[in-house]
C-alpha cells in the first residue's frame, strides 16, 4: 500500500499558532514532529488509530513551548531524533545534514536550515527516493519564514542570512512535495502569520514574497521589518528543552487551596473567569488572564516563572486546562486553586460600551501591527506585554484590545499599581467604528 497524504495528521494548537503532526507509518507505529508537553490531542489521535509512537521528533529548540518528545520517550520508549547541533543533555539520536532515519518503508532526512535557530533542521519525509513533503519547523512557513531574532541580538543578522539561504534549499524541491510548518497562523514566532497550516512547495514559489527575493540583503530587510514584539518567557525555554523539561509522572491536576496559604506565599492570584465575571467581582490584587486558548501565551508574558501563584476560576471552566496550559511554558509554580474566594469580592471594574468612550483617554493594549491596522482617534498606544514598564500615569482611562480580555489583563494590572480610575471597552476598533459610525486612525 503506497503513502496517503491523509497518514500526516495536523494537530493544531490554535493559541499558540503552531501545528505539531503525528504520521502513521503503516506498521501500527508512529513519528511525531515538534509535539508540545502537552501530549492529549496527540495521545487521543494515536489512541483513535491503534499507533504507538516510536519516534519523536524536533526541528528546533523551541522557544514558545516545552518539547513533549522526552515524555514519549519516556513514556513510549520512542527514539528523539533532533539536531546533533542542538547539544541535548538527555538520549536522542543527534542528526546531521543529510543524515537519514529508516522509519520501516518510508525515510527521513535531516536537511540543516538555519536561521530560525543556529541548529534547525528540516525533515525530508521520502518514499524510496521521493519527496514526500518536508516538516519545515521555523524554517519556510506559509507565505513567509519564522522570525530570526529570538537567539539573540548580536546573532539576528547572520541568522536571517542563514535563512534566506535555507528558503532557497527548500525552494528547490519539488512542487508537489508537502510543506508541513511547525509555526502559523497566531505564533509569535512567525513574522508575519499566515491564515493556512500547510502548503506545497510550489504552491509557495508562486505566493510566498520572500521566496521571490534573490538578494539576501533585501530579503534581511524585508523579513527583519515585519518583526514584532514576542513574549518575555520566550527566553527561557531553548534551554529547558536542551536539558530536557522534567518528566510528569502523574495526571496534573488543580488542586484546592485557601487564600491565606496562597497570600502567606505571596503568590500572586490570576483570575481566570471570563471578562464580564472578572469585572463584576474579583479579589483586590489579582491579574485576569481569562481562560481561552491563549491563556499559556499571556500566563508566560504576564506572571513570572518564578512566581508563584494560584488562580480563581469558574465552575464550568476545566482545570486540568489551566493546569496543562501553565505546563506546556514550564510554569511550573501553579500552587493550586483558591477555594474560599469571599461572596462580594472586594473590587470591580467597570465595562462599557463604544456610545460610552466619549472624550475619554483611551489606552490600546494591542500588538503594534493591529494598533497600526485601525485605531481610536488620539488613543494611546502601550502593548500589553510592555505595560509594566511604562509610564501610564493617573488619568482616567478607557483600556481596550481586539474583543476584551487583553483589556481586561491591562486594567487588573494597572490596578495593581494603584491605578483606579480605569474601564476595560467591550469588543475592539472595528466595533467602535460600526457602532458609533466615526472613522478609525491608520498609520501607514
Not at 18 to 47: E, K
Amino acid at each position: 500500500m503506497g503513502f496517503s497524504p491523509s497518514q500526516v495528521i495536523p494537530l493544531v494548537d490554535e493559541g499558540l499558532g503552531n501545528t505539531a503532526y503525528l504520521v502513521d507509518l503503516g506498521d501500527g507505529r508512529a513519528l511525531t514532529m515538534d509535539v508540545p508537553r502537552d501530549l492529549r490531542a496527540v495521545r487521543r489521535t494515536a489512541g483513535r488509530l491503534g499507533l504507538t509512537v516510536a519516534f519523536a521528533a524536533d526541528t528546533h529548540l523551541h522557544a514558545d513551548y516545552l518539547s513533549g518528545s522526552l515524555q514519549l520517550a519516556h513514556d513510549a520508549g520512542a527514539t528523539v531524533l533532533a539536531s546533533a547541533a542542538g547539544r541535548r543533555d538527555f538520549p536522542h539520536r543527534p542528526l546531521h545534514d543529510g543524515d537519514e532515519v529508516d522509519l520501516g518503508g518510508l525515510t527521513l532526512r535531516a536537511l540543516a536550515t538555519p536561521g530560525h535557530t543556529a541548529e534547525h533542521l528540516s525533515f525530508l519525509l521520502l518514499d524510496g527516493n521521493a519527496p514526500l513533503g518536508v516538516f519545515t519547523g521555523g524554517s519556510l512557513i506559509v507565505g513567509s519564514a519564522a522570525r530570526t531574532d529570538l537567539v539573540s541580538p548580536d546573532q539576528t543578522e547572520a541568522l536571517t542570512r542563514a535563512q534566506h539561504a535555507s528558503l532557497r534549499r527548500l525552494s528547490r524541491l519539488p512542487d508537489e512535495a508537502a510543506v508541513w510548518p511547525t509555526h502559523g497562523a497566531g505564533s509569535y514566532c512567525s513574522a508575519p502569520p499566515h491564515a493556512e497550516h500547510t502548503s506545497t512547495i510550489g504552491d509557495e514559489k508562486r505566493t510566498n514574497p520572500l521566496l521571490r527575493i534573490a538578494d539576501p540583503e533585501v530579503f534581511a530587510r524585508r523579513l527583519v521589518e515585519g518583526l514584532g514584539s514576542y513574549p518575555t518567557y520566550f527566553s527561557r525555554l531553548p534551554e529547558i528543552n536542551r536539558r530536557g523539561p522534567g518528566i510528569i509522572t502523574s495526571r496534573p491536576s488543580l488542586r484546592p487551596i485557601d487564600l491565606g496559604t496562597a497570600l502567606g506565599a505571596k503568590a500572586v492570584v490570576v483570575d481566570v473567569r471570563p471578562v464580564p465575571d472578572f469585572a463584576r467581582g474579583h479579589l483586590e490584587g489579582s491579574v485576569s488572564i481569562p481562560l481561552r486558548a491563549q491563556f499559556a501565551t499571556w500566563l508566560g508574558w504576564i506572571v513570572p516563572a518564578a512566581q508563584p501563584f494560584v488562580v480563581v476560576r469558574g465552575p464550568e471552566q476545566d482545570p486540568e486546562e489551566i493546569v496543562w496550559q501553565s505546563l506546556k511554558i514550564g510554569h511550573e509554580n501553579l500552587m493550586g486553586e483558591v477555594v474560599d474566594v469571599p461572596r462580594g469580592t472586594a473590587d470591580t471594574i467597570d465595562v462599557i460600551g463604544a456610545d460610552q468612550v466619549g472624550d475619554s483617554q483611551v489606552l490600546d493594549v494591542r500588538q503594534a501591527a493591529e494598533f497600526r491596522d485601525g485605531h481610536l482617534p488620539c488613543a494611546r498606544h502601550v502593548e500589553l506585554g510592555a505595560l509594566s514598564g511604562a509610564d501610564i500615569g493617573d488619568e482616567p482611562l478607557v483600556v481596550m484590545c481586539g474583543h476584551g480580555e487583553r483589556a481586561a489583563t491591562a486594567a487588573s494590572l494597572l490596578r495593581r499599581t494603584g491605578h483606579r480610575h480605569v474601564a476595560i471597552l467591550s469588543g475592539g476598533a472595528d466595533d467602535w467604528a460600526r457602532i458609533t459610525r466615526l472613522p478609525l486612525e491608520r498609520d501607514r
